[in-house]
């Protein structure tokens, strides 16, 4: 192995965000824009192959999943993209079809968990980064769609709030190759740096 620092998997989790069928699937409310762009890219195929070994190397995985309650939750309209969400809400309701996790990711493992929140950042209004903290997690290796959205917000929230933040770049995807890029050439600034699935697993040390 070459001399890189160790990832401690007793210290880590994969936040997999927004692997729902509203966000992924032709029929999903972001279909339209993501679905084409997200097949093409063949990203599910790659996340669930790293997901399944990190779990090996004793990593959990987070899921998030953007949904909207009767009365809102933490919904704040305050962006043309939040008011559109809030307009279409019964979509998102947390046991609407388009709010599952799509099928290749629905098989839980025995630590994963599934966290629900009404912002971007998957971190946002929500108990998730203290529950994180208390079983000792300090870096967050992070997948999901679309790259330019809650990928980034999310990566910059959870580095502002003190985890050591790597996003798997061939493990997220956006509607936009070059934006994709631009987004990922970001978060090598305002992160730990990206990370591909190989470079993630190599550096997991043995839990």
Do not use: Y
């Amino acid at each position: 192995m070459t001399d890189v620092p160790l990832i401690l998997p007793a210290r880590t989790a994969v936040l997999a965000l927004h692997w729902q069928v509203n966000v992924i699937k032709p029929e999903g409310f972001f279909g339209g824009m993501l679905a084409e762009p997200v097949r093409a890219s063949g990203v599910v195929d790659r996340a669930v192959r790293f997901h399944d070994d990190a779990r090996a190397a004793g990593v959990p995985i987070v899921f998030t999943r953007f949904t909207v309650p009767e009365g809102e939750g933490a919904l704040v309209r305050n962006t043309a993209f939040m008011s559109a969400v809030a307009d279409a809400q019964e979509s998102f309701r947390p046991d609407a079809p388009g709010t599952a996790l799509i099928p290749e990711m629905a098989a839980l493992g025995d630590r994963d968990e599934v966290s629900d929140n009404q912002r971007l950042s998957g971190l946002a209004a929500t108990d998730l980064p203290d529950r994180l903290r208390a079983h000792s997690v300090d870096t967050l290796l992070i997948t999901g769609v679309a790259t330019n959205l809650t990928v980034e917000q999310t990566a910059r929230s959870a580095t502002d709030l003190g985890f050591t933040v790597h996003v798997v770049a061939d493990c997220v995807a956006a509607a936009d190759p070059a934006v994709h890029e631009v987004s990922l050439g970001n978060m090598d600034l305002t992160t730990a740096g990206r990370l591909s699935a190989a470079q993630a697993l190599e550096r997991l040390a043995p839990a």
